[in-house]
Nanobody
Framework: QVQLVESGGGLVKAGGSLRLSCAAS????????MGWFRQAPGKERQFVAS????????SYPDSVKGRFTISRDNAKNTVYLQMDGLKPEDTATYYC????????????????WGQGTQVNVSS
């Protein structure tokens, strides 16, 4: 079982940038498809980004496409989410996720979740 720990959240003004990190345990990080989700108070969890184990496939919803970029460093067992052009509606708790299947992550049903990191974007 993989353990996921997010970091890098904080407070930023609209138009600013943040880079979130997700450190994974174990030697099998490269075997997992990875993803990011977010959830604001009173709202349902939303899919944000995903990347296949080979890093050849990526997926983003229209709400973040062109602004967010997912990447991974298998040597460091870490996945990143670069967030540019942040908007107040991006405010949420961001969660890292992992699964053996890319499609399962995209559909919002990954096997493993991190504890979350808070992102606040002010106007």
């Amino acid at each position: 079982q993989v353990q996921l720990v997010e970091s890098g959240g904080g407070l930023v003004k609209a138009g600013g940038s943040l880079r979130l990190s997700c450190a994974a345990s174990g030697p099998s990080f490269s075997m997992y498809a990875m993803g990011w989700f977010r959830q604001a108070p009173g709202k349902e969890r939303q899919f944000v980004a995903s990347m296949s184990r080979s890093a050849e496939s990526v997926s983003y919803p229209d709400s973040v496409k062109g602004r967010f970029t997912i990447s991974r460093d298998n040597a460091k067992n870490t996945v990143y989410l670069q967030m540019d052009g942040l908007k107040p509606e991006d405010t949420a708790t961001y969660y890292c996720a992992a699964d053996s299947t890319f499609g399962t992550v995209v559909r919002g049903h990954p096997s493993f979740w991190g504890q979350g990191t808070q992102v606040n974007v002010s106007s």
